[in-house]
């Protein structure tokens, strides 16, 4: 239940304010249409009801926070990246287009590194998980705003995403059959086949569906708990903890953001590395599980 129905301390006044003009044909539609939907197909069988899993249906929170601060967030990222791109120059350039280009070459650095050669073919997805998560991660350090990775439904669409645009990667460059396939490891003797395969394979599906979960629950807990803690601590002795204590927690803040963006994207990177292989390469070779591992292993350091 607490997955879909945390709430934001206080709500922003932009979620207010949005509320106020749109929440109440948006409630009405909710209890026309989707409110019956979720009590009769899905938690009537569990004996219970929307209101109760997802709070009470009002005008004031139709649209709720997290997707109000999400789609901020979509249009923040494609605000900054026009900005940017409208200001490069390759003679004089500024600050923020030199700040801008490290952040490139590092990331496409890493995406060469985890994923291969051919990582250009993938790396347009990978930097619009690094750009959207950072900005919605930077959010939360800014008094109009509230991170919207400080919520659990949110970052597990993230990892849906993830989780989906690696598969259909695997199954679009290799079939579906070999994609399976690629699941149960490394090709044994006959007898270790029928012993040891079906165990790899069982291993492998378990821990490929509980990765959406794993994604969505470290970048959650992350930005959720730097979101609570710098207001348990501002709060703790006021005023004397509102003056250079909110400074130093931004700082810690804005750390905790890039490092939960980059392993966020250099999970997805060891993901999309793991069903793909450069055209000359052979899926089921060893080069490809060597340099899966090696990938692996330099991302966790």
Request: aromatic share 14%.
């Amino acid at each position: 239940m607490f997955l879909f129905a945390e709430k934001a301390e206080q709500a922003p006044l932009i979620v207010e304010f949005i509320n106020k003009y749109l929440g109440e044909p948006v409630y009405r539609f909710e209890v026309a249409y989707t409110k019956p939907v979720w009590d009769h197909l899905v938690f009537s069988h569990f004996g219970t009801s929307a209101e109760k899993v997802f709070g009470e249906y009002t005008p004031h929170n139709a649209i709720p926070w997290y997707t109000i601060m999400f789609v901020i967030a979509c249009l923040l990222s494609v605000f900054v990246i026009w900005l940017l791109r409208d200001k490069l120059s390759e003679g004089d350039p500024s600050n923020s287009q030199m700040t801008l280009e490290a952040g490139y070459l590092y990331l496409y650095g890493r995406a060469t590194e985890i994923i291969g050669p051919h990582a250009a073919k993938y790396f347009p997805v990978v930097a619009t998980f690094a750009v959207l998560i950072l900005v919605s991660n930077l959010m939360g350090q800014f008094p109009i705003f509230v991170s919207p990775t400080a919520s659990v439904n949110v970052t597990f669409a993230l990892a849906i995403t993830s989780f989906i645009y690696y598969n259909y990667v695997g199954i679009s460059e290799n079939g579906l059959i070999n994609h399976i396939a690629h699941f149960t490891g490394p090709r044994l003797p006959l007898i270790l086949t029928i012993i040891i395969t079906p165990l790899i394979f069982s291993v492998e599906i378990i821990s490929n569906l509980i990765r959406p979960f794993t994604l969505g629950i470290r970048l959650f807990a992350n930005m959720f708990s730097d979101e609570k803690i710098f207001g348990e601590i501002t709060n703790l002795a006021p005023p004397y903890t509102q003056f250079l204590v909110p400074l130093l927690l931004t700082l810690l803040g804005v750390f905790v953001a890039l490092v939960q963006t980059m392993v966020f994207t250099l999970l997805s990177m060891i993901y999309i590395s793991e069903v793909t292989h450069a055209p000359n390469d052979h899926i089921h070779g060893g080069e490809h599980s060597e340099k899966t591992g090696e990938a692996v292993a330099t991302a966790h350091v």
